[in-house]
């Protein structure tokens, strides 16, 4: 009986380290995917332009605003 739970637990212990391995791998796996897709969004242009460049897109017009909506009513409490 007692070399039974010995091999039980020592099979657990072994489970779990492969588990532990399994998931580092299979989550730096993920990491590397997020990032590589994050730089193809990007275009990856932004690791090759200087810290602090700016850049300005001409074809990008911004919605002119309407100062009617900011307006909130209010009235004076004496």
């Known amino acids: 009986m007692l070399k039974f ?3 039980v637990v020592c099979i657990f212990f072994l489970f779990r380290l492969f ?3 399994f998931m580092v791998t299979s989550f ?14 990007q275009g ?9 460049h700016i850049t ?6 911004q919605k002119k605003r309407n100062d009617d909506d900011d ?6 409490v004496k």
């Open 5 to 7: 739970l010995i091999v």
């Open 19 to 21: 588990a532990k391995m």
């Open 28 to 41: 730096n796996a993920i990491n590397k995917k997020m990032q590589d897709e994050m730089r193809r969004r």
């Open 44 to 52: 990856g242009s932004a690791s090759n332009q200087p810290e602090g």
């Open 56 to 61: 300005i897109d001409p074809g990008v017009t």
């Open 71 to 76: 307006y909130a009513e209010y009235e004076e």
